[in-house]
């Protein structure tokens, strides 16, 4: 089994990316009561912070994806301009999170 850090980088930045549009995070943890849950957040835990569970499953599609994709099937272009892409999914990360930095 061989694991392919082009394949992680690409399935974790498009996978971080889609599970942020998607409200996919499987884990939520609630700061105040310092309680964490599986699934769908509560709605009487107060504030609660998704954060842990996007990288988390983010890390598993990434991971996946590097240990069943072969290094081969990566297009040239791709692995030589991996860290473009993950520049540009960064800068759309960050604009999804506008609200969050703008203060809306």
Same mark, same amino acid.
């Given at each position: 089994?061989?694991?392919?850090?082009?394949?992680?980088?690409?399935?974790?930045?498009?996978?971080?990316? %889609?599970? +942020?549009?998607? =409200?996919?995070? &499987?884990?939520?943890? *609630?700061?105040?009561?310092?309680?964490?849950? @599986?699934? %769908?957040? +509560?709605?009487? =835990?107060?504030? &609660?912070?998704?954060? *842990?569970?996007?990288?988390?499953?983010?890390? @598993?599609?990434?991971?996946?994806?590097?240990?069943?994709?072969?290094?081969?099937?990566?297009?040239?272009?791709?692995?030589?301009?991996?860290?473009?892409?993950?520049?540009?999914?960064?800068?759309?990360?960050?604009?999804?999170?506008?609200?969050?930095?703008?203060?809306?």
């Amino acid at each position: 089994m061989r694991f392919s850090a082009h394949w992680f980088t690409l399935g974790f930045c498009l996978s971080y990316a %889609a599970i +942020l549009v998607f =409200e996919l995070g &499987v884990i939520t943890y *609630y700061p105040i009561t310092g309680h964490w849950h @599986i699934g %769908a957040p +509560l709605d009487n =835990e107060g504030p &609660v912070m998704h954060w *842990y569970g996007l990288v988390i499953l983010a890390l @598993i599609v990434g991971g996946v994806v590097a240990v069943v994709l072969k290094e081969q099937w990566l297009p040239r272009l791709l692995r030589q301009h991996n860290v473009f892409i993950v520049w540009v999914l960064m800068l759309a990360t960050g604009w999804l999170l506008r609200g969050f930095w703008l203060g809306a």
